[in-house]
């Protein structure tokens, strides 16, 4: 079933790093926009006179979804791109379309004993999505642990991780840990660490029986990523992924 599209308009945008917005819309008949928490959406514009499709995880930390009317997403600049051309220099009130909710990156009705969220970049939007109802959760039970894995080049890069550090703070059972992957802060926090996501799997220790694991981002290091830990017995039913495709037309 070929889901509608629907006429929207850019409410607001802010920068949450160099090169990297968080822009929000809203529909234009002001109904609201349903989805569950690690879905995207596929944004359709107009760039050189052609139709054009790039998908967004929903990023919005939205506390009521019934009553939600805006779609949040973030997106980094990516040389001669498309999307990266029309975004960054679109304006409040600029028009656009959308469809969906898709995918399945969502949180399961029966909780593991503990989750291990890995993204890189701007694929860690989902994941703050899930904050609203992973803090219901751990609220439910103590014994819930997430382990949120964020790789990025620098720490200027780094979006939402004051939010994910708060969260850290105030849940035993939520780990934070942040890699860089070309350049570590001269006094870094206990959190931050030198080098990719993949240097931190076997410090956390994965077990099939116990984990699961969501990898969304770039496709190197989810097709990396998924195949480490296929390789620990981990499956479809304990392994989900979402792999963020870049393009310059």
Known sequence: MVSPRYPVVLKER???????????????????IAYVP????????????????RSYSASGRVQDLGQNREFRFAITAVPNGAASSYFFNAETGDRAKISGPFGA???????????????????????????PELEQRMLAN???RVELVMGVRSRAELIYGEEFEALAGRYPGFGFHVCYSREMPETPAEHEHAGRVQLMY???EPDPQ???VYL?????????SAEWFTERDFSAKNLKRERYKFSTF
């Open 202 to 204: 076997q410090a956390l």
């Open 142 to 144: 103590p014994d819930l």
């Open 38 to 53: 690690g879905q995207f959406f596929s944004v359709d514009f107009r760039h050189q006179g052609e139709e054009k499709s």
């Open 105 to 131: 990156l969502v949180l399961p009705r029966l909780d593991p004993l503990r989750y291990l969220l890995v993204g890189t970049g701007t694929g860690v939007a989902p994941y703050r999505a899930m904050l």
């Open 210 to 212: 116990r984990d699961m």
């Open 14 to 32: 802010r920068e949450l790093a160099p090169n990297t917005l968080e822009l929000t819309y809203v529909r234009e008949d002001e109904a609201p």
């Open 216 to 224: 969304c981002g770039n496709p190197q290091m989810v097709d990396e």
